[in-house]
C-alpha cells in the first residue's frame, strides 16, 4: 500500500524556521560561543569540560556508563575522551570496588585546580547570559527544558549525538 502524497494546500514538512530540533541547535550555539573562548584558553574541548563538569560536581568516582549518562557523550567517542584526559593527567583511572573488571574515574589535583581556575569564568558567562535574556526567562527555559525532559524521556546513551 503506498502513503498518500501530500496535497498542494498540505506541506510534505513543516517549515524549516519550526523545526524543534534547529530552534535547540540555534540556541545551544548561541549559548556555547560565549564558553567557547574560556575552554580553548585552557586547551579543552566541550566534551572535555563536561567530563570534567561531572566528575568534579560528583561526590564519589564515576564509572564510564554513569560519565556517558550524565555528559550525553556516547560511550565511543567517551572512550576516546577519557584516554586523552587520563594521558594529559586530569583524570585518573581506578578499579571499581564492586567489580574489579571494571574502571572508575576521578579527577587529579591538576583537573581540581582547573576546574577551580575556570569555575569564575563559567559564571561571569553565566551572569551575562542571564543579564541579557533575563532571570526570570532564563528560569522559565529551565523549567520548560525540564518539561520536555520529563515528558518525552531521556535518551540511552547510544542515542545519543556527542556533540
Same mark, same amino acid.
Request: aromatic share 4%; glycine share 4%; charged share 25%.
Given at each position: 500500500?503506498?502513503?498518500?502524497?501530500?496535497?498542494?494546500?498540505?506541506?510534505?514538512?513543516?517549515?524549516?524556521?519550526?523545526?524543534?530540533?534547529?530552534?535547540?541547535?540555534?540556541?545551544?550555539?548561541?549559548?556555547?560561543?560565549?564558553?567557547?573562548?574560556?575552554?580553548?584558553?585552557?586547551?579543552?574541548?566541550?566534551?572535555q569540560w563536561?567530563?570534567?563538569?561531572?566528575?568534579?560536581?560528583?561526590?564519589?568516582?564515576?564509572?564510564?556508563?554513569?560519565?556517558?549518562?550524565?555528559?550525553?557523550?556516547?560511550?565511543?567517542?567517551?572512550? $576516546? =575522551?577519557?584516554?586523552?584526559? &587520563?594521558?594529559?593527567? /586530569?583524570? +585518573?583511572?581506578?578499579?571499581? #570496588?564492586?567489580?574489579?573488571? *571494571?574502571a572508575e574515574?576521578?579527577?587529579?589535583?591538576?583537573?581540581?585546580?582547573?576546574?577551580?581556575?575556570i569555575g569564575?569564568?563559567?559564571?561571569?558567562?553565566?551572569?551575562?547570559?542571564? $543579564? =541579557?535574556?533575563?532571570?526570570? &526567562?532564563?528560569?522559565? /527555559?529551565? +523549567?520548560?527544558?525540564?518539561? #520536555?525532559?520529563?515528558?518525552? *524521556?531521556?535518551?540511552?546513551?547510544?542515542?545519543?549525538?556527542?556533540?
Open positions: 500500500m503506498t502513503e498518500p502524497r501530500p496535497t498542494a494546500t498540505e506541506p510534505l514538512l513543516r517549515s524549516f524556521a519550526r523545526s524543534l530540533p534547529m530552534a535547540l541547535l540555534k540556541a545551544r550555539e548561541a549559548v556555547m560561543v560565549r564558553f567557547r573562548p574560556l575552554l580553548r584558553a585552557h586547551g579543552l574541548t566541550e566534551q563536561r567530563v570534567l563538569r561531572a566528575l568534579s560536581a560528583s561526590d564519589r568516582r564515576l564509572r564510564p556508563m554513569e560519565l556517558s549518562q550524565t555528559t550525553f557523550i556516547s560511550m565511543p567517542s567517551l572512550s $576516546r =575522551l577519557l584516554r586523552t584526559l &587520563e594521558s594529559r593527567d /586530569l583524570i +585518573r583511572r581506578s578499579r571499581h #570496588v564492586g567489580d574489579l573488571r *571494571g574515574f576521578g579527577l587529579t589535583d591538576a583537573a581540581h585546580a582547573m576546574v577551580t581556575t569564575p569564568h563559567s559564571e561571569a558567562i553565566y551572569a551575562e547570559i542571564e $543579564r =541579557l535574556v533575563g532571570s526570570e &526567562e532564563t528560569q522559565q /527555559l529551565y +523549567r520548560v527544558l525540564e518539561q #520536555v525532559v520529563q515528558r518525552l *524521556g531521556t535518551p540511552a546513551p547510544d542515542e545519543v549525538d556527542s556533540q
